[in-house]
């Protein structure tokens, strides 16, 4: 995703994009900020509710260990707002091909400052983590797959409905 809710590298789209496209940076005292907040407006679990439709892409180890290769996807991922999420994500190696609708859980937390964190596990044994930051009043998500080291994937996502 340029990707990243989403999510997540060898397996999935990850969500965000750390950079200062969807940070507010107070040059004053450093302090950062998930843009398009309402004035007020704190983040928690609860801000994320309902599905997200995202895209994906970077880079990842090919499967097997046989080099890198780049990757792109797209994927729902529902929020239940308590900090569990499932997903259904189709993606496609340059090398390993194409995965469709291959389905997908994990847990996640939202910080008061929109920032986040989510765990997703692709297959049994494999963890994917990824850095969000929440946009609009919880509409929108920005990801970075931060491990496993070797996958540089990012991701943005929408909100589509509210549950």
């Known amino acids: 995703m340029r990707?990243?809710?989403?999510?997540?590298?060898?397996?999935?789209?990850?969500?965000?994009?750390l950079g200062l496209g969807g940070l507010l940076v107070d040059s004053g005292s450093g302090a950062a900020q998930a843009s398009g907040l309402a004035k007020g407006f704190e983040c928690s679990d609860k801000t994320l509710r309902g599905s997200y439709g995202g895209q994906m892409q970077g880079t990842r180890p090919v499967p097997g260990g046989t080099g890198i290769e780049s990757v792109i996807g797209v994927v729902t991922r529902t929020y239940d707002g308590a900090g569990k999420f499932?997903?259904?994500d189709n993606v496609k190696g340059a090398i390993s091909g194409y995965t469709p609708d291959r389905p997908g859980h994990g847990?996640?937390?939202?910080?008061?400052d929109c920032t986040g964190s989510t765990r997703f596990e692709p297959a049994p044994g494999i963890v994917i983590e990824e850095r969000t930051v929440?946009?609009?009043?919880g509409r929108e998500l920005r990801s970075v797959v931060t491990k496993p080291l070797l996958i540089m994937v990012t991701g943005s996502a929408k909100r589509i409905d509210y549950r």
Not at 107 to 112: C, G, P, R
Not at 134 to 137: A, G, H
């Open 86 to 88: 499932t997903q259904i």
């Open 107 to 112: 847990t996640y937390i939202v910080n008061a």
């Open 3 to 17: 990707s990243g809710i989403w999510i997540a590298g060898v397996a999935s789209g990850s969500l965000v994009c």
């Open 134 to 137: 929440v946009l609009d009043n």
